[in-house]
């Protein structure tokens, strides 16, 4: 939800109210990805192999499981890695791109794989909104994974989300469980394409950037670094601080160094107005709201 204030003399300082549905982004943005990528019909952009890991349901108990594994799901992008084994390159040496000011330096020497730690949504929403992780591998001429988490898209234990999702069963969703995945990938990975030494660099947003931080963090032999954008492990310090609200409204301040104040001065406005009924009713004209707030404790909901 984004708020936008203005001064309005005799009336409240809210000039609108936006809701963005974020189950509507990817019909309404275009990929980040896209200039790398012509799409193909199911959704796998053209280049981009898919492939399939059988990981462990339990990586940490003894208790007997039927089945015990699952078929976990993860992309790989080749085209611009100089690697010991690459079936895509080899079937495109002549037209394989290769970034200019790092073809030298890489002679000779396998690129690194720049690895996304899928979270929650089926893994190819991330796949074809991450331009950036495909920037990056031209540079560093990368290998690019993408593996999906466990329990989204088609990646589900106990053969079908309908079984996977019982009260039972889900109790392997779990971050250890996740990780643990990703590490084991990490190990079949540098198997499968001959490079048992490579770098291995985490990626991920939100609670996908907590995956990738705690990846390199609890096993760095495997990772050796990670991207954590939008990481949230303190996130609780920002709530008890209300440092994440401060640093939004500042964030406005790039447009114009009048717009943190006018925020401010739009919240104050809110609480005061909502001490009264007519304060109230007033809130829910300029708002469209249903109805008015039935109480002035009512407008810690807008605020959240």
């Known amino acids: 939800m984004m708020l936008f204030f203005r001064a309005v003399s005799g009336g409240l300082a809210f000039f609108a109210l936006v809701l963005v549905a974020l189950s509507l982004a990817p019909h309404v943005r275009v990929s980040a990805s896209a200039a790398y990528f012509q799409q193909d019909i199911d959704g796998v952009p053209d280049g981009v192999q898919r492939h399939t890991f059988v990981s462990i349901i339990d990586h940490f108990g003894y ?23 690459s079936p895509y390159n080899a079937r495109n040496k002549s037209t394989r791109t290769i970034a200019p000011e790092t073809a030298a330096a890489a002679q000779g020497q396998p690129g690194p794989c720049f690895f996304y730690a899928g979270n929650e949504a089926d893994i190819l929403l991330f796949l074809n909104n991450s331009g950036f992780i495909f920037e990056a591998a031209r540079e560093f001429n990368a290998l ?7 329990y989204y898209g088609e990646s589900f234990p106990f053969g079908s989300a309908l079984s996977a999702l019982t009260p039972q069963n889900i109790t392997y969703l779990t971050v250890e469980q996740a990780m643990a995945d990703f590490n084991m990938l990490n190990i079949h990975i540098r198997k499968k394409w001959s490079v048992p030494q490579i770098p291995f660099v985490a990626f991920g947003g939100s609670y996908g950037a907590n995956l990738a931080l705690w990846l390199r963090l609890k096993n760095p032999h495997l990772w050796a670094g990670a991207i954590a954008s ?5 996130k609780h310090l920002l709530r008890e601080t209300n440092s994440f609200n401060r640093i939004v409204a500042e964030v406005y301040g790039n447009v114009s160094s009048a717009c943190p104040d006018l925020i401010r001065a739009g919240w104050a406005s809110l609480f005061d107005r909502a001490r009264t009924q007519a304060g109230r009713e007033h809130i829910a ?20």
């Open 285 to 304: 004209h300029e708002l469209n709201l249903c109805k008015p707030l039935p109480n002035a404790n009512a407008a810690d909901y807008i605020y959240g």
């Open 63 to 85: 208790r007997p499981l039927h089945p015990n594994t699952f078929p976990l799901r993860y992309f790989v992008y080749d085209k611009y890695w100089k690697g010991a084994s």
């Open 144 to 150: 690019v994974v993408f593996a999906e988490h466990r």
């Open 230 to 234: 939008s990481a949230t492990p303190l």
